[in-house]
């Protein structure tokens, strides 16, 4: 699985066990319907948020037991499981979403894959999409049908992203969709296109051959749009999520299930420090700690000048310290 758990305790805070935006990616998450499991005299309650776009997880739980008056809260969170994009065999969804969270990486996935991954966008896009062989595609790499019998042919390019497509490729695109047969054509990189390009792109299409052009950053907005559409959770996953190991939150006021409630809204009366909490705290009383002996080298001074007389320096340490 791309998201897993081991680093959850490195990166878990009370506000990522209970956000709506993804921390990875920065797009609005799901956020599923409370659970409720019971086995007498035991209850769980669970929430799970899920990006659709890059798949990141949150689980917010709410433990019940036989004590009539507390609950105990626990959270969870996937962590990014770092992907070979050199890998032919890592499974094309887990790549999709891996994309949507390191988009800087989209110049590294295998050509190949960068092929089927543009066919399956346009896939979930609703287009009937095949791609062709290495060996017979003529300058085109995907063939889209259309309804009305009429084909497009799409060219892609993984280049990185200093390595611009020049007017020459776009002219030898055109070329191909005249030999094969193709009305329009799009031309997909993972970089960008210089001016020349573009120029011969609308040179194309006054002559009858329209070229589209979709740099990386049109393209990601694309693969979001196909996340969208394509979105599951299936039960194994779902179930992984809400039984994954957490770490404890707080206690708070036992309460009866509400269907449609949010339980990370659930006020915790007793809550547990965290590493970014410590860390907070680490800072406040570092800053404290430098205004206290700041406050004593003044004391010194004004008692060595004779201006404090009834409180010295060593009695206004005595009194910070206790």
């Excluded at 709506?20 to 086995?39: Q, T």
């Excluded at 790549?95 to 590294?108: F, G, I, P, W």
């Excluded at 390019?157 to 030999?179: D, F, N, P, T, W």
Aim: glycine letters at 8%; a neutral charge; hydrophobic letters at 40%.
């Amino acid at each position: 699985m791309m998201w897993e758990h081991k680093e959850a305790g490195r990166l878990l805070t009370y506000q990522s066990v209970r956000t709506v935006v993804c921390i990875y990616c920065g797009r609005d998450m799901l956020r599923l319907p409370a659970a409720r499991y019971e086995k007498s005299p035991r209850r769980l309650l669970a929430q799970l948020t899920v990006c659709p776009y890059c798949g990141w997880w949150n689980v917010y739980r709410a433990h019940q037991g036989e004590d009539a008056g507390i609950e105990d809260y626990e959270g969870a969170i996937g962590s990014l499981r770092e992907l070979d994009l050199a890998d032919v065999s890592v499974p094309l969804a887990e790549l999709r979403s891996y994309l949507m969270r390191r988009a800087d990486v989209l110049y590294q996935v295998h050509p190949r894959r960068f092929e089927e991954i543009v066919c399956s966008v346009f896939h979930d896009l609703g287009y009937s999409a095949r791609a062709t062989a290495y060996s017979a595609d003529g300058g085109i790499d995907i063939i889209l049908e259309e309804s009305s019998g009429s084909s497009i042919g799409v060219q892609v390019k993984r280049y990185a992203k200093s390595r611009r497509i020049e007017a020459e490729q776009i002219r030898s695109l055109g070329g191909a969709l005249l030999v094969n047969g193709h009305t329009r054509g799009v031309f997909i990189t993972t970089s960008s296109f210089r001016r020349g390009a573009r120029a011969t792109a609308k040179r194309l299409a006054r002559i009858g051959y329209p070229v589209e052009l979709v740099d990386a950053e049109r393209f990601l907005q694309a693969l979001g749009i196909a996340q969208i559409k394509s979105f599951t959770l299936d039960d194994k996953h779902y179930a992984s999520c809400i039984l994954s190991r957490g770490v404890h939150l707080g206690s708070g006021v036992k309460q009866q299930f509400v269907a449609g409630e949010n339980l990370a809204e659930r006020p915790v009366v007793a809550q547990i420090m965290l590493t970014a909490d410590l860390i907070d705290l680490y800072e406040l009383a570092a800053c404290g700690r430098e205004r206290v002996v700041e406050e004593v080298r003044q004391a010194r001074k004004e008692f060595a000048e004779g201006e404090r007389s009834t409180t010295t320096p060593d009695d206004l340490m005595r009194e910070i310290e206790s």
